[in-house]
């Protein structure tokens, strides 16, 4: 399964800065990005709850569960 096909709305992730977001759309493939909301970033704690497009390949992993103790494989 690619990269982009992890990548569904509802899909938690972890960003190369530590930072954790929600998938809220689709990646567009065009511009190679993804519509998230960030739950936690721990090196700007501003930018908790805050929406933007995402560079996929920010993108380092994803949870497979609610559970945000342990993500479920590298997509990067």
Do not use: N
Not at 37 to 47: G, I, L, T
């Amino acid at each position: 399964m690619s990269k982009e096909e992890q990548l569904q709305p509802g899909t938690t992730i972890q960003l190369s800065d530590g930072s954790t977001a929600l998938v809220l759309a689709p990646p567009d493939l065009q511009a190679y990005t993804v519509r998230v909301r960030y739950v936690d970033a721990p090196f700007a704690a501003a930018q908790a709850g805050a929406e933007s497009d995402c560079p996929i390949d920010e993108i380092t992993s994803w949870y497979s569960s609610e559970d945000l103790k342990h993500t479920e494989g590298r997509i990067a």
